[in-house]
């Protein structure tokens, strides 16, 4: 399994390499109402985009898990509250709705 992880990534590292080599032409990039101008290498804006992407998709999960984890423990909570009144009622004596008679006085 090691071994398959290893070639894999070796394999990701390669191809990684040959597309850099294959892209190392300079383009400008500039987000219009910006009065910024940037030129860089096309591998690094594309390399930058998905980091981008990985990173946006990565907080997203993480956060999906946060709120998913959230409504679960509060779930529980709430079960065990119920759990907790129902034992209470059943521990109580029932007096099947009536009262007791007064007692004797002595």
């Known amino acids: 399994m090691r071994f398959l992880r290893v070639f894999l990534g070796a394999l990701l590292l390669l191809i990684l390499v040959v597309f850099a080599v294959a892209n190392k032409g300079a383009v400008t990039v500039s987000i219009e109402p910006l009065p910024f101008v940037i030129e860089l290498p096309l591998y690094l804006l594309v390399f930058a985009a998905v980091l981008l992407g990985l990173l946006i998709g990565a907080l997203a999960g993480w956060l999906a ?30 007096s ?11």
């Not at 779930?75 to 521990?91: C, F, I, P, Y």
């Not at 099947?96 to 002595?106: D, E, F, K, R, Y």
């Open 65 to 94: 898990a946060w709120s998913s984890a959230r409504r679960k423990a509060e779930a529980e909570r709430q079960r065990q509250a119920r759990q907790a009144l129902q034992a209470d009622k059943s521990a109580a004596p029932d």
């Open 96 to 106: 099947g709705g009536q009262s007791l008679p007064p007692a004797p006085i002595v």
